[in-house]
């Protein structure tokens, strides 16, 4: 993720998590935090609000969930409808940590506290 943020400054981040996970206030699912700069849209709304992403079509959008389950689900729906640059972050959000993250990911990501 280091190496994508700092080559696209502009990468559009794109979190399907639940906004209760996203805000870390779930009480039933673990919540592991977000990045910074990410839209928030649950994967199960996202054939609602996918107008909210229209002025990205042609940018580079990195789709991320907690384990990696969700993001490949709304990676496929982007494409379908005509996103050009789409990818998944492998392993999601459950694989950081406050202690072995590089710097760049310490400044860009909010650790939900557990």
């Known amino acids: 993720m280091c190496n994508r943020l ?5 990468v559009v981040l794109l979190d399907v ?23 928030n ?14 002025n990205y079509k042609n940018n580079e959008v ?6 990696s389950h969700r993001c490949p689900r709304a990676s ?3 494409t379908a409808h005509g996103f050009t640059n789409v990818k ?3 392993g999601g959000v459950s694989t950081f940590t406050s202690s072995s993250n590089p710097d760049c990911l310490k400044k860009a990501f909010v650790f939900h506290s557990k």
């Open 62 to 67: 990195i789709v991320y969930c907690s384990h």
């Open 88 to 90: 998944n972050m492998e």
């Open 17 to 39: 998590l639940s906004p209760k996970e996203f805000k870390g206030t779930s009480k039933d699912i673990p919540t592991f935090g977000h990045f910074k700069n990410a839209i």
């Open 6 to 10: 700092t080559a696209n400054p502009k």
């Open 76 to 78: 496929y729906f982007l």
């Open 41 to 54: 849209i649950n994967v199960q709304e996202l054939d609602k609000r996918v107008g909210e992403l229209s």
